[in-house]
């Protein structure tokens, strides 16, 4: 069921951000228009492909196309938060007419800056931090107890 939901809600940012980028003059022209279409709709295949092999496989091939595609679901979460944040400031297009375009590009742009701030984060190795805690009433045989917390890590299925 959650494969599902989730498959239901990136469609939906995945149509809404196609529709906002192709709003944009790069791809008046009716080649690019058809070009833009088709490589949207290739990777929303390829994302559905992604999500439900690997969802339950543990296979080297499906493991990496279910990483790209959580990967495409990052840059989308992204892309969409910029661009609503954009349309809601313009009313989705009845206010500001005449700076809409320039401001949706400009939200993509700002978009494309969060992504690669991203890709560094996540890139980057883990914060390994110490800490010392003093407890008066600890037993005695519990002195020098080492505790572990991870939180977050994200490796995939």
């Given at each position: ?131 010392e805690v003093l407890l008066a009433e600890l ?6 107890t080492t505790l572990l917390a991870l939180s ?6």
């Amino acid at each position: 069921m959650f494969i599902t939901i989730l498959i239901i809600i990136v469609s939906l940012m995945h149509g809404y951000v196609c529709w906002c980028a192709a709003s944009l003059p790069w791809f008046r022209s009716p080649l690019w228009r058809k070009r833009f279409w088709l490589v949207a709709l290739l990777i929303w295949v390829f994302f559905i492909t992604g999500s439900v092999l690997g969802h339950d496989s543990r296979g080297g091939f499906s493991n990496l196309m279910e990483r790209l595609a959580l990967d495409w679901l990052g840059v989308l979460f992204i892309t969409a938060s910029v661009l609503l944040a954009v349309d809601l400031l313009t009313g989705f297009g009845f206010w500001l007419k005449p700076y809409r375009l320039r401001l949706r590009s400009g939200g993509l742009l700002l978009a494309v800056c969060f992504i690669a701030i991203a890709t560094v984060q996540g890139l980057r190795p883990p914060v390994v931090v110490h800490h010392e805690v003093l407890l008066a009433e600890l037993p005695a045989e519990l002195d020098g107890t080492t505790l572990l917390a991870l939180s977050d890590l994200h490796l995939g299925s």
